[in-house]
């Protein structure tokens, strides 16, 4: 389980870190997406991995840490809003700037009309 | 009423974000504008009002909803939060001033975000929990967003996007490093994490150092150190003026994170990682005033030349930190509140000066003659004498207190060499600008120039109140000392 959760996680960070890297707006925020996933992931496992735990006290004989849910929560809606947020201000640049690269150059001249 | 003080600034500036947001039935922009600096000078009451109640007093804690103390929000009052909260508040008044100018007009809804930013600033001052610090940080960011790209444009909305592409990844590494943290020590409550420390099996301390190394991250990208800086040049020179006055005062929050995180968690009894990060945060910050020098010197245009001056000041100030010595420590504390008003003067000031050259704007090449020649030419005299560390300026009691305190030490030499070359060079620089503005000018004055009688009275204002930063030099020095010497205390758990 705690293997299984690690590998989803790492293969998620990679993509994302991968994604983050190229040229266009498209592409990196789809990296940033991937990135806040895997993000979120980890701060959901970070009060341990447990099974058959409710999150309620008294609804059942063991609970799970209920603080990372509510911080992983918090996240999610912040990384929702930055998403969309990035998703206008990419379509306000890819018209500003006539092309959807990150540094708006264009790749030496021949992305340029 | 007085113990919920501490919760006021910010709530306030929320509630008066969402006033401002309201539709307000036809009533005209010129008009508006002058509520949102009412509702700003409650701000700037209430902060003053918390400075008062708090100076000479011990750490206060107020618990939202009453929860008990690890479960439930807690915000922490102390000298050094308190401070943080006057000086952004001070600032964002004066900004507020300056953008009835025009500023605020061409685009939508300047205001609301203004007050939004200053909720998110006294947050991130206020809170004592890590993960609260998070969320104050986004609060900030988002309207820094907003901020950024107000009034568009080409290169704008491109820095912009640099600008927010960066500090989303922060924020992801942040959380990274919060997970982390959380997963070893089991809150994120600052004062019971910087007990926990203390605790930690030595086997674990590895984990501990990665989720620092990855706070130092965080933070030094939002202070600007070295290899982390990319984004400010582009981002402050291409803001509009009031926008890139207030973000003079973003880059202190990464240093105010720093001090606040980093000495809890890591100070001088820590154990194993006592005073991590220290000898990172010398040599980048170093590094960072020879590169903002360089940038002081090479600068194009006055804008330019004003955000190098706030990355130099980034780096005094980290540099000054990283020695993890309490007077030099409180001696850089005076410095950020001088640095963050001087800072946005010289936007304020670089921006009057563009309007009045026409075409030629605020690039450093002869031009037309200025119209308000005399008013400008004095003011940036004054602001570069208090840039510099002329006596009898704030700049020049800030400065001295820094080699003062760091002259006893024997690892400082060089520190001192920067700071006073680094101060030699803006001399330069800021005479060549002046002469070339002032002095080399030609034609006649261009008459059709935006009247800007609230921006000047702006750039003014914050001069007399660093003014008043010497006048009552032995007060702020010992509120600095006081504030320094709380944080130690309160960093040796509750």
Known sequence: MELFVAIAIGALTGCGCFLLLRGRTFAVMLGLTMLSYAVNLFIFVSGGLTTGAGAVLGASEVYADPLPQALVLTAIVIGFAMTAFLVVLAIRARAELGNDLVDGQGLAGKERK | MTEHLVVLPIVLPALFAAILLLPMGGIRVSRRRWYSLALMTLSLLVASWLLWQHTNTPAKNYLLGNWPEPFGILLVADQLSVLMVWLT????????????????????????????LLMGLNGAFLTGDLFNLFVFFEVLLISSYGLLIHGGGKKRVQSALHYVLLNLVGSALFLLALALLYSLLGTLHLAEMAARVRLLDPQQQWLLQSAAALLLLVFGLKAALLPLHFWLPAAYSQASASVAAMFAVMTKVGVYSLIRVFGALFAADAGALAGYGQTLLLWGGGLTMVLATVLLVAAADLKKLSAAMVLLSAGILLSAVGFGDSALTAAALLYLVHS???GAVWFMLAERIGQQRGTVGDRLVPGAALKQ??????????????VIGMPPFSGFVSKIWLLQASLPRSDAGWYVLLLLLSSLLALVALSRAGSTIFWRSRGKPIDAVQSGKTADAAIMLLLVMGFLLVVAGQWWMQYCIDAVAQLTVGGRGR
């Open chain 2, 89 to 116: 508040t001070v600032l964002a008044w004066c900004v507020c001033l300056h953008s009835t100018a025009g500023d605020d007009v061409k685009g939508a809804y300047f205001h609301p975000l203004l007050h939004f």
């Open chain 2, 340 to 342: 963050s008003w001087i």
């Open chain 2, 373 to 386: 020649a005399l008013l400008l030419g004095w003011l940036f005299a004054l602001s570069a004498l208090v």
